[in-house]
């Protein structure tokens, strides 16, 4: 029994996927790298609706319950927040707080913080030295 024709055939068939394979990886290089590109349009529209918002809309109408201690907006991220200031030696910025939240560093996660770090200033957690740079507010002496 001569093999030749069916190892002849075996060899075009994997030769032919291989050329498959190869153009489908080169494919989705050119997808990856158009996604990369992509993804920061995606990002802009979300930072611009919450710049043009501002943090008014988000402001609790009472900040302070009667016995005078302040409520913290209901979400996770504020007391992990504040932690992070508690440990702080210095003013931080955003970017600051979003690498000790471990949230990864992209314009959309450092503006959402940002905000929130903005909103705690408006009820009066935190303290904004310059721009950019929010420190805990300092309490009065007794």
Do not use: W
């Not at 710049?51 to 009472?62: A, E, F, K, M, S």
Request: proline share 10%; charged share 30%.
């Amino acid at each position: 029994m001569n093999l030749n024709p069916l190892l002849e055939a075996l060899d075009l068939q994997e030769d032919a996927a291989r050329a498959l394979a190869d153009d489908l990886r080169t494919r989705i290089d050119a997808l990856q790298t158009q996604l990369r590109e992509a993804e920061p349009r995606l990002e802009h529209p979300a930072i611009t609706r919450t710049t043009v918002t501002g943090p008014d809309d988000r402001i609790p109408t009472q900040a302070a319950d009667p016995s005078g201690t302040l409520e913290l907006p209901e979400h996770p991220d504020y007391p992990r927040i504040l932690a992070v200031f508690d440990d702080a030696t210095g003013p931080l910025r955003a970017r600051d707080i979003c690498e000790a939240l471990d949230f990864e560093l992209l314009p959309k996660h450092v503006e959402r913080t940002r905000a929130k770090i903005k909103r705690l200033v408006t009820l009066g957690i935190l303290a904004e030295a310059e721009p950019g740079t929010f420190s805990r507010k300092q309490q009065p002496s007794p």
